[in-house]
């Protein structure tokens, strides 16, 4: 059989082989695509972004719509969070997203193969179809986008049953009355508060003496305050032992602090790996870190010239938002490009509840890094929007600027709509934009986004002297 020949081959389906194909189409180039799973989509449309915003979007609409009476509506009756039509709600929004995807790859140009992928070499891919069959591709230039894997815990491996990855959730059919979550990181959090609206007695489990670690500590304490607020048990600096079964089936999980916990279900979120296990890049030449990742350049191209990778294989965002980006430089630059890859103002949407907005530095890694922090800050409540549409919710912006110049450093926000208003930070600090900038705005009244012009006058209030008291 003739090997499948075209200008650019890109192994993996998800956000960033999607994003690949369409950038190296447009530019008229000859695309074949390979993907293991029988739905082009990847972790994001499946099992990750997706169906987690799905559940997160669902049980925020439920909560707004307990307070209705905030809004001078009365609701008869009142409302009900039901589970298996999140569930159906979720099946019918990844068909549809399913369909995007095929008109994205729907041309004369792109070319489709199912089946798992091994690298040949540099040129050439072996793909072995569901089928049993065997397809050869041969492609001058190669993007790597094979996503990632849930990571696995020693000692406590996921079965699909008691013990559920991220990537298990979306076949759990009927909701558990307990559940213990490992790992407080942004995946953790997001399914603590989404379990917790629906009524799931909650257990939240970290090893680090906080949640979210990496984020603001002001933001992380609002965040940590709500848990409390909402029933959710978290147990910080602590780590899970091990687990066993008891007489009924249902885990029961230890900690270092002697504590057995019971639950009916044990969500493992401590973090993704790149799938780089079976496709034998190693042996064909391809350059890997310590964790499995593919290294790559500010090109995204690998150690081999030609060999380009994207998304959650690089093993460094791990968001389906930077993956898409990375997807269309990789594919850009494999055809001949010269874009580089700005990770520097990367933003970071939470949706906890609230969700949390973060782009930039941290007060803490301004300091780290040698700046000395100005800060400013507005909650919510000083927002008229805010108090008259968010009034059942907290919320704080804070903006880090250098005292010396006041350039902004990083802004951070808790709150609803919080992971939206973030993208207006990420094209400031691009712009190198200034406290005096925000403050000499003109934002809308009444909205959310004042109050960015708010925290900035904060911070500038705090370089100005206080008048010198009257002579005697």
Partial sequence: MEPVRADLAVLGGGEAGIAAVVQASEMGAQVVLVEKDPQLGGACVHTGTLPSKVFSISTGVYEMLAKLKNFGIKAEG????????????????????????????RGPNVKVIRGEAVLRDARRLSVRTPEGGEVAI?????????????????????DGKALLSTDDLVDMPELPARMVVIGAGVIGCEYAFIFRTFGVEIVL????????????KDIVAVIEKEMKRRGVRFLPGTVVGGYELGPDGRPIVTTDKGERIESDKVLVCVGR???????ELE???VALGPKGQVLADDHLQTNIPGVYAAGDILGRWMLSATGILE?????????????????????SGIYTQPEIGSVGLTEEAAAAAGFEPLIGTCTYSNLVKACATYSYMPGLIKMVFDRGTHRLLGAHAVGSEAAELVHLLSMSLRLQATAEDF??????HPSLSEGFREAARDALAKTKKPPSPPAA
């Fill in 78 to 105: 009142g409302f009900k969070l039901d589970y298996q039509e999140v569930l159906a709600s979720r099946a019918r929004i990844t068909r549809c997203d399913q369909g995007v995807i095929g008109a994205h790859l």
């Fill in 138 to 158: 041969e492609a001058p230039r190669l993007v790597l986008a094979a996503g990632s894997r849930p990571f696995q815990v020693p000692g406590l491996p996921t």
């Fill in 205 to 216: 489990v970290e090893k680090m003496e906080h949640a979210l670690p990496g984020q603001d």
């Fill in 273 to 279: 790996s790149p799938a780089t296990a079976g496709l």
């Fill in 283 to 285: 042996a064909a030449g």
């Fill in 327 to 347: 997807g269309a430089i990789a594919a850009e630059n494999a055809l001949g490009g010269d874009r580089v890859l700005d990770e520097r103002f990367v933003p």
């Fill in 439 to 444: 403050a000499w705005s003109i934002f809308h």
